[in-house]
């Protein structure tokens, strides 16, 4: 039988780590910061059939999995089409992450076959395919495993975010390539991070946090 293996395409673009390398830089002004008392905000758009009861379940899976590694998150859907909320229609800035959920192309098809579940731009955009957390959980033989599966695909295009290149690790939810097992581990809720990866995710919320407080006091003045 033929054994399907599932890993991903992840784009960190030279701009984008710049980016990302300047996240650390506002630490100087605000050295007192402390713990975030407000979770971050995470816009999804969703470009595919996915319900909005499955998406939800995904963005609950997705937030519990970042929350234990210390990066606190509350989820708004937007519209795909113009308008809704003038949040939805923001500008990104420097500390926003934003989720797709999105098809896997015609031509990534034919190009990774199965093999591919999402990509990641640092530092804000993180784009997960619909029809691989199908086929995931068709691995399993469970189609009502997808939305938790979706969530910990989420989860792994995120922690791209906050992790920076190279993020990906031999156990854990950052493994590169997911089949049964991984599946398996991911209903029952131990496809996490590592303590490792969690000490970097933290560093992470407070160099976010410490962006978010710059920019919103740069817009007030
Ligand atoms: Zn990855």
Redesign the pocket.
């Known amino acids: 039988m033929k054994k399907l293996r599932f890993?991903?395409l992840?784009v960190l673009s030279l701009a984008a780590m710049t980016l990302t390398a300047g996240l650390t830089s506002p630490a100087q002004t605000f050295a007192q910061a402390t713990e975030p008392t407000v979770p971050f905000q995470i816009l999804v758009f969703n470009y595919t059939k996915a319900s909005p009861e499955n998406l939800a379940v995904a963005e609950q899976e997705a937030g519990r999995i970042l929350a234990e590694a210390g990066f606190p998150v509350t989820w708004l859907n937007c519209p795909v089409t113009p308008g809704g909320s003038a949040t939805c229609r923001k500008q990104v800035e420097a500390a926003d992450i934003r989720v797709r959920v999105v098809s896997l192309p015609e031509q990534s098809k034919k190009l990774f076959h199965d093999s591919v579940f999402?990509f990641?731009m640092a530092p804000a955009f993180a784009s997960v395919y619909y029809e691989s957390a199908e086929r995931l959980a068709k691995l399993d033989d469970a189609s009502f495993e997808m939305p938790v599966i979706l969530g910990c695909v989420i989860a792994?295009?995120i922690?791209?975010l906050l992790l920076g290149p190279n993020?990906?690790s031999a156990s854990g939810v950052?493994q590169?390539q997911w089949e049964r097992k991984q599946v398996q581990q991911a209903m029952t809720g131990r496809l996490l991070f590592t303590p490792e990866q969690m000490k970097v995710i933290r560093a992470q919320t407070q160099a976010r946090t410490r962006l978010q407080i710059a920019g919103t006091l740069q817009s007030q003045q």
């Open positions: 890993t991903e992840t999402g990641a792994h295009e922690g791209h993020s990906h950052m590169p």
